[in-house]
């Protein structure tokens, strides 16, 4: 995985360098200045007006936003600016290459609670009457649509687990099908899906 961190440090922390040891680490770059192959490219808060950094960046890589004091008025200025993950600098090395994998991949990486934040948010522009059912929504067995109109509300896995009776393992498993079935990438995806909301922004 092609990696670079815009960073005002050249120097990464021991846990960068164990996650992704042939990343390239630079104090600033164009966009058009990074390989057309990068797939990751991560922004720091520290970096002097940093959403203007990420909103540039994002128009051409995947973006991923990180901060020592990561909550979520930040993340959501981060989102906004045009990221597609946010986490905290200092997450160890497994958990920084879970990070790039999933953004790499086409998903978003969001913290439980601004997942959340995110999911009521969509659920506000939902439309009053959606014309008609979700597309592929009858492909999903019962029980994966009571997964999927269960992550509309927020829930976390764990909360879904306790409300339909199963383990956390089973919800993930229902939820992987129905990313699949869906061809959507995330949580948000999936409610912007299911809710309709997504046939509100021009084509």
């Known amino acids: ?86 986490c905290h600098s200092l997450a160890n090395a497994a958990q920084l290459r879970a990070v790039a994998s999933t953004v790499a991949g086409g998903g978003l990486w969001v913290g439980p609670g601004l997942m959340a934040r995110m999911i009521r948010t969509v659920r506000r522009a939902q439309p009053a009457n959606p014309d008609r059912p979700p597309a592929g929504f009858e492909r999903l067995t019962p029980r994966e649509r009571e997964v999927a109109l269960a992550v509309t509300t927020g829930a976390s896995n764990k909360e879904i687990a306790r409300q339909l009776g199963m383990t956390e393992r ?34």
């Open 170 to 203: 089973t919800v993930k498993m229902h939820l992987g099908s129905v990313f699949s079935k869906l061809r959507v990438h995330d949580r948000v995806q999936l409610v912007l899906h299911l809710t309709g909301a997504e046939r509100l922004s021009p084509a």
């Open 1 to 86: 995985m092609q990696v670079f961190l815009i960073h005002t440090d050249t120097q990464p922390s021991p846990r960068w360098t164990e996650a992704f040891p042939d990343a390239q680490v630079i104090e600033d770059a164009h966009p058009s200045g990074l390989p057309a192959g990068t797939e990751v490219c991560w922004i720091g808060v520290d970096l002097p007006d940093w959403p203007a950094r990420v909103r540039e960046h994002a128009r051409v890589h995947r973006v991923v936003v990180h901060s020592r004091r990561p909550h979520d008025d930040e993340g959501i200025a981060a989102f906004d600016a045009g990221a597609h993950g946010y």
